[in-house]
């Protein structure tokens, strides 16, 4: 074969060597050329094409490279026997995949889990990405340590303790893809032999995961201060589940004295432990922070979560376990085999972000971007104030509607959407339902504009105030 007629594109932005790799390459995967057929000479098709010849030449070695094409010593390039190479070809057809059900879309929606990603630092994460990717380490693609990369251990131990108040060293600190994850892990380093209790209501998904992991569950009602202790004492758990910065989705912030009581409650007897969910406790408005339940504890009773979906992006997929030094040997015995689900260069960029100081930026603005949310939300409501009661403001994405009037929950987020809002009912949050004094609405404002926040409020007023027919 001594010319190759190839229809070469100068503008269209694909290289002239892959245009001429790509063409060579289907009609061997086609048929179109045989196998022990001869390719032109470099030097013959790049005359033929026009090119130069090392535009040819690099088209060539990529052939030889992937092994569609062989060289022959002083005779030139064959085609090689290609049965045993791998072709991954486009197919026909696309699946398209089905939803379960077509969600409504509504014009506001005040989600209280929302996350607002057009502040992410796309440019820090992306200069991040190439900074870690700019050499050639294999090492970084290599298996790491299960417990997560040391660099990110430290660099997360560093932030708890300044932030949060939190007492470990980086070898108590196991990263992983989401709190999910870190829960079933806990869950061969514990067994599932305890009895857990978990505030009511509550975020149902963990309470649904633990039971689904074979644990004993139960319910503890709290009051305004966080769980009651003493029912906790009653329910015969062994394992408190609590979220004493920003009970969620009560939005109660756990006073010390019944901190302190939740610790002597543990402290009684040698397999009791606490859970602290520590969940959105970056966003406070009000005050000063808040530490956490960990950094009071002085027997190795607490084993702290946190992650990085609710003050970074949910599709980081990146958390951590912070277990008392008692556990981690038998984190090492049961679990230590099991490899990190969080990819090491993940784990760098995110540990570069850190320390910095992106992470501190970041948390400072969308603190900033949040609270004038959080503020233009309570400045608004001040026209439902006769007929709601408002709590779990000043700190977290999201504060609570209590109705006044005889209206109920059903009615309340019926007649929002209505008006094409989406509220959210407290009762869904409950595992054992309670008969409840006043209909409750969950309002979410994290992901939405302070402009949409006034104009959805004025929907909701004359949603819920409009007279009845």
Not at 97 to 123: A, H, I
Not at 154 to 169: F, M
Not at 283 to 292: D, E, L, V
């Amino acid at each position: 074969m001594n010319e190759l007629t190839i229809s070469l594109q100068q503008k269209s932005g694909k290289p002239l060597y892959e245009q001429i790799y790509s063409y060579i390459k289907e009609d061997i995967q086609n048929g179109r050329m045989k196998s022990s057929e001869k390719l032109p000479s470099t030097r013959s098709l790049c005359k033929y094409l026009e090119v130069s010849r090392s535009t040819v030449e690099l088209a060539y070695e990529q052939l030889l490279s992937e092994g569609y094409v062989k060289a022959v010593p002083y005779k030139g390039y064959y085609v090689t026997d290609i049965k045993g190479l791998y072709q991954i070809k486009n197919s026909s057809r696309e699946y398209q995949e089905k939803e379960q059900s077509q969600k409504r879309q509504y014009l506001y929606d005040f989600t209280p889990n929302g996350v607002d990603l057009r502040g992410f630092p796309y440019n820090a994460w992306r200069k991040l990405s190439k900074e870690c990717l700019a050499d050639d380490k294999a090492e970084m693609f290599r298996l790491g340590n299960p417990q997560g990369e040391l660099g990110l251990r430290n660099a997360i131990c560093n932030y708890l303790h300044q932030a949060r108040g939190v007492n470990c060293s980086p070898d108590q600190i196991i990263v992983g893809a989401g709190n999910d994850y870190l829960y079933m892990v806990l869950t061969t380093v514990m067994g599932n032999h305890h009895k857990i209790a978990f505030e009511n209501p509550t975020y149902k998904r963990d309470y649904q995961l633990f039971y689904n992991l074979s644990y004993e569950t139960c319910t503890v009602d709290i009051d305004e201060q966080g769980m009651d202790v003493s029912k906790l004492e009653q329910s015969n758990a062994d394992i408190a589940f609590v979220m004493p910065s920003h009970q969620y989705p009560l939005g109660i912030v756990m006073p010390v004295k019944r901190r302190l009581e939740l610790l002597q409650w543990a402290e009684k007897k040698a397999d009791r432990y606490i859970i602290e969910d520590d969940y959105d406790s970056e966003f406070r408005y009000k005050g000063k922070p808040i530490p956490a339940l960990q950094g009071y504890d002085n027997h190795e009773k607490v084993i702290y979560v946190g992650t990085f979906s609710k003050s970074i992006a949910p599709a980081i997929r990146v958390s951590y376990i912070v277990l008392p030094r008692i556990l981690l040997q038998q984190y090492w015995e049961k679990s230590g085999f099991l490899n990190s689900t969080v990819s090491k260069v993940d784990q760098l960029i995110l540990q570069k972000f850190i320390e910095e100081g992106y992470y501190e930026r970041h948390l400072n603005k969308t603190r900033a971007l949040y609270k004038g949310r959080h503020d233009r939300l309570l400045a608004s409501l001040k026209c439902l104030r006769t007929q709601f009661d408002i709590s779990g403001e000043n700190a977290g994405v999201h504060l609570l509607l209590h109705c006044k009037n005889k209206m109920s929950e059903t009615e309340l987020i019926q007649r929002a959407a209505d008006k094409d809002v989406k509220v959210y009912g407290l009762s869904e949050y409950y595992v054992k339902q309670q008969m409840q004094k006043q209909a409750t609405i969950l309002l979410g404002y994290a992901n939405m504009q302070e402009k949409s926040i006034v104009e959805a409020v004025r929907l909701l007023k004359e949603a819920w105030t409009e007279k009845d027919a």
